[in-house]
């Protein structure tokens, strides 16, 4: 029996770059489901459950934050935006809302590729790369982080994760109670050609913090140290212990 294709959405109004971004994903070796406007590619994205999805910002009818916004409702799939050049404001709402990683107009269909590559690459990582050695469930104050099934827990109820957002919580857990640098969770979580992207460690954070913390304003689990990092703290009534 064949192997199932890696399936991917992809929306964008422009019907040239959509087709051609459809034809080279194809070329790859990708099942590919194109849309046109953003009521389309929920459509899609609900019916088919693809492995990633590529969202145009601007599109008619629902534009690309919408679709990301509303698709974290009931999925995890990694999403790739799409944004227009100098838009920086755009690239953190869309990372805010949820996505995994964006791209820039005007882009080459290698760039893009390569962007393809990595997500999927980061989202197939079955986290023991993160974790290396690790027993397979380690607990901290409330929360619980069962690597062998990449589920986590906080006072008995699960929390969904985007991939992204798991590999930072498990690459923070491994060095619990220690500062890495923004630098060492770049690398080890998107790679080396992230180095430097601050922002885009930023808004993650925020987001796990969000879905971690009873106060994300003033988070107990995940702090930050101005100018050096993050460090996932065992402090003040939180206890850690490894199973």
């Not at 990582?125 to 027993?135: H, I, P, T």
């Not at 430097?196 to 808004?203: A, F, I, K, R, T």
């Amino acid at each position: 029996m064949p192997a199932k294709k890696t399936t991917i959405v992809i929306a964008d109004d422009d019907p040239h770059l959509l087709r051609l971004l459809e034809r080279n994903l194809q070329f790859e070796g990708y099942e590919v489901h194109a849309a046109s406007d953003g009521e389309q590619a929920i459509e899609l994205i609900a019916s088919h459950e693809p492995d990633l999805v590529i969202l145009d910002v601007m599109m008619p009818h629902l534009d690309g934050f919408t679709v990301c916004q509303r698709v974290r409702e009931f999925s995890t799939v990694p999403i790739i935006i799409i944004t227009a050049r100098g838009q920086e404001r755009e690239k953190i709402h869309g990372l805010d809302l949820g996505a995994d990683d964006y791209l820039t107009k005007p882009f080459s269909v290698g760039e893009l590729l390569a962007r393809v590559h990595a997500v999927l690459r980061r989202a197939q990582l079955n986290g023991d790369e993160v974790v290396g050695s690790m027993q397979p469930t380690i607990t901290v104050g409330d929360v619980t982080i069962d690597y062998a099934h990449h589920i986590v827990k906080r006072g008995g109820q699960e929390i969904a994760l985007t991939p992204i957002e798991y590999r930072l919580l498990a690459y923070l857990s491994k060095h619990v109670g220690r500062i890495v640098t923004q630098d060492q969770l770049l690398e080890s979580v998107w790679g080396t050609s992230y180095l430097g992207e601050s922002h885009l460690l930023q808004v993650n954070i925020n987001r796990l913090r969000h879905k971690l913390e009873i106060d994300p304003a003033h988070p107990r689990y995940i702090l930050t140290k101005a100018g050096v990092g993050y460090l996932l703290s065992p402090q003040s009534s939180l206890t850690t212990t490894v199973k």
